[in-house]
């Protein structure tokens, strides 16, 4: 049930970012949202794999410039693993784009705050 919980808050927090930040999208656009499901999903994995091993690494090689910044490298961080994202679903040919470095900080945020309300609403399984 976590995996679930976590692969559905992951979604949600994906289909926000592409709604909400211009340089985020599933491609082709014109297609329904059916189609976007798997894609959306198959994203969601990633991102989530992404950063549960490499961001990990991430934070205690720059941990000291995390200190320094007072945590708002952070969110470097957090766009490093969006971007690292995009660049593994384009390699699988899935049809996910992050256009540039601020599309990829702005969804960052979105991401963050989405699946912080998500777990608020669904709950955590700890």
Known sequence: MRIVTWLFTNAVALAAAAWLIDGIRFTPQSAPTSEKVVPLILVALI????????????????????????GLFLLVINAGMLL????????????FRVTGFWPAVGGAIVITVVTWLVDGVVGRDD
């Open 47 to 70: 991102l989530g794999a992404v950063t549960a091993f490499v961001k990990p690494v991430l934070k205690l090689l720059s941990f000291p410039l995390i200190l320094l910044t007072l």
């Open 84 to 95: 690292l994202t995009d660049a593994i679903a384009d390699a699988l040919d899935i049809g």
